[in-house]
């Protein structure tokens, strides 16, 4: 212990002279001017008069070592050393513009490439979400209806499970014009299982998704402060969503924006076990759940197996046996990265090849200009610096360099994260949080300091195998060694090399994305618009004046300007929002395994597949006919009639 703080009071006090070293060396140039003085004084006393004070210095020795020698006394030798390798740096940069600009701005683009994919890496993979204890959250996987949901969360003895469903719109009326804005149905807990809490008031509270209860709000930070001008008494305020009055509850965090950026609001979801269709058969929806303190990921995966296995039995109607048997449970931090995973990987690994590209580039650059330095190096290891000293500047000049272009590189990468958060779809789990923290600023810095590590070695060798006395006979000629012109042939070869691996992929991702957009997707998707129309559900009570306002909507709309032909469909091609239901097929008996097929299914108007020109392989479209008092009829796809043999097809629940 006393050798530790003899240590730390060395260190003590040479940090002190350190910082005081400029005061100190005035003191010492005056000591030794004064020792000067006295001597020459002692000669003349002595009666001689012919000791210059030239010779006296000389007598005196090398002042200079001296000098030298007390300063290292004083401080750190390497940090000394060190500064003035870096000042140095910067005089060569500033007498060469040119060369540093080009260098600076070549590494910077590659640094900034890295820094902008790894910021996305650091918010998806690497840094905790913003829950309590985030480790410990989860997902099931599998959609389920609310009745599922209860009886996994009555059964499940290692997880506390919530619910929230993906953004859907709802009308906001009373506060000035109406609008549209995005939320989410959730279970009571379910900000309890995240660990969220409210900034203004209080989350849900249990039972509160229950009938009678449910007609409370907890606003987001962005709404309330747009819409409601951050009306300090926001709390038991009345609003009124898709026709349902609720109250105000809470205002969520601004750093809160789950399960997306689109989500404005978050009601508690009516679970009615007496409204079988909705507990049934409403939108089903993905679980979240937190783990309980004695127990681990394995434990839930095998409870949640052995829990889906059997569920299909539980259900009103019949389901297939191996419904959603393959559920497990992930973590949820994994979970949100998702298929992006190897994406980001992926393009990780080409910003790198870019950022290898650019280090050759700024290497061959650095060999090209040391022919011209080659006098200069010859003369200071002539003078008396080591192989090592000279080494270890021209690394510094490399490092100097990579770091001023770390420091545009980072701005750079900044900006392209807000550019890429500008255009990705607000639905993609986690990418409002993407940005720039300080984990992202330190991989910069140490990826900038590799990367002069990198690209400054090859001329730091170059100098070590000097031969000083043909650099002296060449002088500022440019001249080099047959060894160090391969090294600059190779380099560039493998620029080359890289680049056409790139341009290559690039070609091919192109041409990918070209033949997607030329996949003929089985419609005629040009020269249509669509508006998304959305009665609150009380509009639609009864089904003759929902019927009707439709009809009076599609009239006015084809009677508009510019308008051919007009339909209405309860969702748009390929956007995954159609509703499954089990179905008796005729001539296909049901089985203990598979007593009823899963169909998505759509509800169109008679024109839709005209104004989509979506051909008919068999049978007739729909038409006007074909009302609520006719027989009921059903067009099906080309796959579907395989699968069963065109046979007819009724719905389980009919």
């Known amino acids: 212990m006393t050798m530790i703080f003899n240590r730390l009071g060395r260190t003590g006090r040479r940090l002190l002279l350190w910082v005081r070293r400029d005061r100190l060396a005035q003191d010492l140039a005056e000591e030794l001017e004064l020792h000067l003085h006295l001597k020459q004084a002692n000669q003349r006393d002595q009666g001689s008069t012919h000791a210059s004070a030239e010779q006296i210095r000389r007598e005196m020795g090398n002042m200079t070592l001296a000098k030298e020698e007390s300063r290292d006394m004083w401080g750190f030798v390497s940090v000394d050393s060190l500064l003035h390798d870096i000042r140095y740096a910067l005089r060569i940069f500033t007498r060469n513009p040119g060369f540093a600009s080009i260098a600076i701005l070549s590494l910077a683009l590659g640094i900034a490439g890295n820094t902008a994919i790894f910021s996305i890496v650091n918010t998806l993979l690497i840094k905790p979400l913003p829950f309590r204890e985030p480790s410990r959250l989860v997902r099931i996987t599998q959609l389920y209806p609310k009745a599922i949901f209860e009886y996994f969360q009555q059964h499940t003895k290692t997880m506390e499970i919530a619910f929230v469903s993906p953004a859907s719109e709802f009308n906001l009326t009373g506060i000035g014009p109406a609008s549209r804005i995005a939320g989410s149905e959730t279970s009571a807990n379910f900000f309890s299982v995240l660990g969220a809490t409210a900034e203004r008031g209080r989350t849900f509270e249990p039972g509160e998704d229950r009938p009678g209860n449910d007609g409370v709000v907890v606003l987001s930070h962005e709404l309330w402060r747009t819409k409601f001008h951050a009306d300090p008494n926001i709390l038991d305020r009345t609003i009124t969503l898709s026709g349902i009055n ?17 989500v404005q609001f978050w009601i508690p979801a009516r679970i009615d076990p007496s409204n079988a269709v909705d507990y049934w058969g409403g939108a089903f929806v993905p679980l979240i759940a937190r783990l309980r303190p004695d127990a681990n990921v394995e434990q839930a ?37 998702g298929e992006t995973r190897g994406k980001l990987f992926v393009l990780l690994a080409a910003v790198g090849t870019v950022l290898i590209i650019a280090c050759a580039n700024v290497a061959s650059l650095l060999l090209a200009r040391a022919t011209t330095r080659r006098k200069e190096v010859a003369l200071r290891a002539a003078l008396g610096a080591g192989t090592g000293r000279i080494m270890r500047q021209l690394l510094t000049e490399s490092v100097v360099l990579a770091l001023a272009a770390g420091a545009l590189g980072i701005v750079l990468g900044t900006t392209s994260v807000s550019l890429f958060r500008s255009v990705v779809p607000a639905e993609i789990p986690g990418m409002s949080r993407v940005g720039v923290d300080w984990r992202v600023c330190v991989f910069a810095a140490a990826l900038s300091i590799l990367t002069g590590l990198s690209f400054g070695i090859v001329p730091a060798l170059n100098a070590r195998s000097l031969d000083l006395v043909e650099a002296m006979r060449a002088g500022s000629q440019r001249s080099a060694t047959k060894t160090w012109m391969a090294w600059r042939s190779g380099l560039i070869g493998g620029e080359i090399a890289l680049t056409v691996v790139l341009v290559v992929g690039a070609g091919l991702l192109m041409k990918s994305l070209y ?72 001539d296909h008996p049901r ?19 005209r104004l989509m020109q979506i051909p008919l392989l068999s049978g007739r479209a729909f038409s006007e006919a074909d009302g609520p008092n006719a027989s009921p009829v059903i067009l099906i796809s080309a796959s579907t009639a395989r699968r069963f043999g065109q046979t007819p097809i009724r719905s389980a629940n009919t």
Do not use: H
């Open 591 to 609: 089985t203990a395994d598979f007593p009823s097929p899963m169909l998505w299914t759509g509800a169109v108007t008679p024109s839709y597949f």
């Open 515 to 586: 033949d997607l957009t030329t996949v003929n997707p089985g419609f005629n998707s040009q020269r249509i618009l669509t508006a998304n129309i959305s009665p609150n559900d009380s509009f639609c009570t009864l089904r003759v004046s929902c019927i009707a306002f439709y009809s009076r909507l599609l009239e006015q709309a084809r009677g508009s300007v510019g308008v051919v032909d007009a339909a209405v469909a309860n969702t748009v091609p390929l956007d995954g929002q159609l509703p499954a239901i089990p179905a008796d097929v005729e």
């Open 301 to 337: 995966r095998g409870e949640i197996r052995s829990l889906a296995g059997g569920v299909w039995k539980l259900f009103p109607s019949p389901m297939p046996r191996l419904w959603n048997a393959d559920s497990t449970v992930l973590s949820f931090q994994s979970d949100l990265a």
């Open 246 to 262: 609720r109250r105000v509850v809470g205002v969520a965090p601004a750093s809160f924006s789950f399960p997306s950026t689109r």
